[in-house]
């Protein structure tokens, strides 16, 4: 059965798909989202920003500036939990969610963009197969949405974001390698507080097998050292916590 | 270096059609852990693969197989979404015309390749032997159920508007969208441009990559 506001969802896709510039593409989407709540719109790729600078990714937002200072000055992306959430996840969810797996830190930065008067919102989780993760973060106040009405969000969401990065882009590619299954196995016991010598005792293998098969994963993952390799290895699914 | 198999030319592509159904089986089931109801062990074929069916493939002669395929059906016979996924469709109702066909089992395997050059030009060629299929044969659009990351792409490959809000079955968090897409001879130009500059478009995609490394060796 067709939807009622399929006519309203369709136009504001296609509007955002002829749009020729990016702040096209926002004059559609701002009023689209503000009918269903939504007054603040924060979108891009979800990248380390010690790592890559913010020219070489798609970020868009609306958000007050004083508060976007504040959250790049710390490095507040890294703690963010609606983002690490966003990351991981691959169904929308509102932002007191995230709470639940905040840090104290990650708590600051969710008070912090309450403080702008930003308290309620959700994520859109943004996957590619050639890009980096990305999301769509839309805060407003009292938000009560259907099902039916995050759906309609969600798809206008990927259109703009999709239109956004072809008009901005081409940006970054960073492919995640996958592990092998004999590299997240010695992650696995990496993360499991295991040194190499258990490790290679466990799995029956030389002691400088398991360096290198870190290494190799480090390599794949763009990793500093070994704490860096699991805890990326954690935050991409690729291993269990 | 892709091979288009239609009703008529299928009696030459045999061990090809063998090729690709076993190369479906070791993407849809075993890497993805698709759970599709009548496939052999170690060979994907369904309802869906019959008469009318064309098929577009891609054969490395390194592996010596198919490594990636897609699947064309008209829909103006029984396909995909009409038979199994028409609720999906709520927001346009599926064409159902001549110059409309389906694609589905758009599948490459990826875990072939650690040369993302080798790679990309495998999924150009793919995008360019069913662009050129359709082109050639009065299709104009395409309608797919796309898995939520597929959809992003087919939005900056070709014009492409759903049929449906996204879909997320009980099993599965990730989101299936029924989509359009507009075939046309610049979508084709586009795509046979990317192939020609594969080498500076992927290094253009890898370029973070590199200055993160350099600035560690630094």
New interface residues.
Partial sequence: ???NN?AH??GA??GI?EAEKPDEVMRIFTPYVERYGFAHIHLGQLVNPA??AKK?ILSISTWPGELMSQRAEKYDLLHDPVALGALR???PFRWQKAMEWATRRGQRVIDQTRDFGIRDGYVFP?????SVSGAVSLGGDQLDLSR?EL??V??VS??A???L??LLG?F????IE?LTAREAEVIQFAAAGKTNRDIATILSIQPDTVNKTILRAALKL?T?NRAHTVATAIAKNMIFA | MYQTITPENRAKYAATIDSMHRNRYDVCVRQWGWDIPGSKPGYEKDQLDTEHTVYVTVTDPDFGKVVASTRLNPTIEPHMMSELYA?YC????FPQRDDTWECSRYVIDR?LYHD?VKEYKIRCNLGIGMTRFCLDNGIRQLSWLTH??????T??VW?T??LG??V?EADS???W?PALSQIDEATNADQRQRLANAES??A??????SI??KS?AA
């Fill in positions: 059965m067709i939807l399929s969802v369709l896709i296609r798909q790592n890559i070489d996840s691959k169904r943004v996957h590619s197969i050639d039916t759906a309609e969600e798809l990927l259109a974001y999709a239109r990065e072809t081409p970054p590619y960073q492919k996958d763009g500093l | 609720d709520n927001l346009q109702p875990t993302p939520e990351k597929f959809y992003k792409l939005q900056q014009k508007e759903p809000l996204p997320r968090d990730w989101a969208v478009v992927v253009e995609l890898l370029r973070a990559k993160r490394k560690r």
